[in-house]
């Protein structure tokens, strides 16, 4: 099949493309999507502490609901998610960055279905810009993604029918200048799909196969000396991909043999290399590096693969020239980015759904347990400077801001100001 054209004329859907390449880096302070700007897990922060205790938080709120998606935020608002267990009801918050009062809070009717014992009803990540927050959420007869503005005025809602996967939702939308775009991957029908943020209008769609679906959230890049921007994911059916934003069509991917087995976490973009990883049953398979084509003469290459200790949910985190792992079950690794060397690695206690974050220099990870560890990474060591702990057992990705740290955990949402 072929991806259906753009409804809006290619000249104007691409100024809105390139714009969103060129303005992106201006709003770097705002954590916009899974994992913030780039899905890079980090941001510029100073003056964090290695650890503290629970009197150290700003403040820390009760939700109506729980889930394992992450907070994003925007200027002096923070967007959240989360479900009820018993009905499936979702809700939607905006939360004063700095009080933690409840600005408003929105509520939708849903249904409970079946699921992975890990999984959630609001398991994934909203994404947000200067006007609008992004929400997507599915159950086995509907796949909604819906927008709302900043004071929570519901400005559309799309339903991509019926989604059908053994694990439940796992995948995040993103927005990217003038389009959303979200990987609507299940067993029946998956897709790639961009449409107009303003008004939810399906601008192109390439059909994916979803035999293995993937929870990964897609990533926008732009490689060097090309005005073209790509959207790249991955998944077991296809290794990792990149398609076109102007018209979806499909530029390069490495093919099935790349992911062996379910994709969960998200591509990463560093040194040049596109990382992805892939997993079962609680522990990943391989990790992958893709040298990704420079114009369409070319094809993608595998730098390496590293197939002991990766992660199968969490994301790997780039940090300089190197790329930080953490395992489900507690493994920490540092490679050396561009070849894959393996500079050291350690067992650390807990296990790990959060992905790591950078903050203020020093890596952040998150255990299922809900303790927090402050580490310290070299190429010759890692050092864990603090640990501190949430009380409650949390999957959630941390939302990082210049002055700022959330931490949601499965019912809550607490802020801790640097120092």
């Known amino acids: 099949m072929r991806p259906f054209r753009p409804f809006r004329r290619q000249g104007i859907f691409f100024t809105f493309l390139c714009q969103s390449a060129f303005l992106f880096p201006a709003h770097a302070e705002n954590w916009t999507r899974f994992r913030g700007p780039d899905g890079l897990g980090s941001l510029k922060t100073e003056n964090f502490p290695d650890s503290w205790t629970s009197k150290a938080y700003d403040w820390s709120i009760k939700l109506p609901g729980v889930g394992h998606s992450s907070p994003v935020l925007w200027e002096d608002k ?220 070319q094809k993608p290459e595998i730098a390496y693969m590293v197939k002991t200790n990766v992660p199968y949910v969490p994301t790997p985190l780039p940090v300089a020239d190197m790329l930080f792992l953490i395992s489900d079950g507690g493994i920490a690794s540092c490679l050396q980015t561009a070849t894959g060397e393996i500079l050291w690695r350690e067992r650390l206690d807990g296990n790990y759904f959060a992905s790591p974050v950078l903050i203020d220099g020093k890596v952040c990870i998150v255990s299922r347990e809900g303790e927090v560890r402050m580490l310290s990474i070299t190429r010759q060591k890692m050092e864990v400077l603090g640990l501190s702990k949430l009380e409650d057992k949390t999957y959630n990705t941390p939302a990082v801001s210049a002055k700022r740290v959330f931490f949601r955990t499965y019912s809550s949402l607490r802020c801790l100001n640097s120092i």
């Not at 009803?121 to 992004?134: I, K, L, M």
């Not at 991957?185 to 390439?206: A, M, V």
């Not at 059916?237 to 099935?256: F, N």
């Open 78 to 297: 923070v967007f959240t998610t989360c479900a009820s267990e018993s009905t499936g009801e979702q809700f939607i918050l905006c939360i004063d960055a700095a009080t933690g009062k409840k600005l408003w809070q929105k509520s939708f009717d849903s249904k409970v279905y079946p699921h992975h014992k890990f999984n959630s009803f609001a398991s994934s990540t909203p994404s947000v810009d200067n006007e609008y927050v992004f929400v997507s959420w599915t159950t086995k007869e509907s796949n909604d993604l819906l927008c709302l503005d900043h004071e929570g005025a519901l400005v559309w809602r799309r339903d991509f029918g019926a989604f059908q996967t053994q694990h439940g939702n796992g995948f995040s939308p993103i927005v990217q200048g003038e389009v959303v775009v979200v990987t609507h991957d299940h067993e029946i029908q998956s897709s790639i799909l961009c449409l107009d943020r303003k008004t939810g209008r399906t601008l192109w769609k390439t059909p994916r196969d979803g035999s293995k679906p993937s929870s990964s959230t897609p990533l926008a890049y732009r490689p060097d000396n090309s005005k073209n921007l790509q959207f790249v994911s991955n998944s077991k059916s296809h290794g990792c991909y990149g398609v076109d934003a102007r018209d979806g069509k499909l530029l390069w991917e490495t093919g099935p043999d790349t992911l062996d087995l379910r994709s969960v976490s998200s591509p990463v973009f560093a040194g040049g290399l596109f990382f992805a990883t892939c997993g079962a049953g609680g522990r990943g398979s391989r990790l992958v590096a893709i040298r990704p084509p420079l114009d369409v003469s």
